[in-house]
Nanobody, 124 residues
Framework: QVQLVESGGGSVQAGGSLRLSCAASGYTSSYRYMGWFRQTPGKEREGVASVYNGGTGTYYADSVKGRFTISQDLAKNTVYLQMNSLKPEDTAMYYC?????????????????WGQGTQVTVSS
């Protein structure tokens, strides 16, 4: 098991930036894939970005490509999501997740460890 704690959410105007952090504790070395997902009320949780093995591979949803960057500091057991050029449609609860392995890095069903989430609100 791995415990995940997100931070860094907040309110920002459109065009602004935020950096989310996800601190992991427990048996972290086994979890090769770390992902960021987001959810708004009444909608399915969707994959935003995922990182494999400290950055060997990164994966992004089309809606955030070119604006968001995921990175991982293995020494600090922390995953980051740098979000630039934020839009009102990026408003959501953002969740960090971990899984041992997946062939579908942005599929929520493949992740079995989740944090509590951090709220991001982007105003126009």
């Amino acid at each position: 098991q791995v415990q995940l704690v997100e931070s860094g959410g907040g309110s920002v105007q459109a065009g602004g930036s935020l950096r989310l952090s996800c601190a992991a504790s427990g048996y972290t070395s086994s979890y090769r894939y770390m992902g960021w997902f987001r959810q708004t009320p009444g909608k399915e949780r969707e994959g935003v970005a995922s990182v494999y093995n400290g950055g060997t591979g990164t994966y992004y949803a089309d809606s955030v490509k070119g604006r968001f960057t995921i990175s991982q500091d293995l020494a600090k057991n922390t995953v980051y999501l740098q979000m630039n050029s934020l839009k009102p449609e990026d408003t959501a609860m953002y969740y960090c997740a971990a899984t041992l392995w997946t062939w579908r890095p942005l599929n929520k069903a493949d992740y079995n460890n989740w944090g509590q989430g951090t709220q991001v609100t982007v105003s126009s």
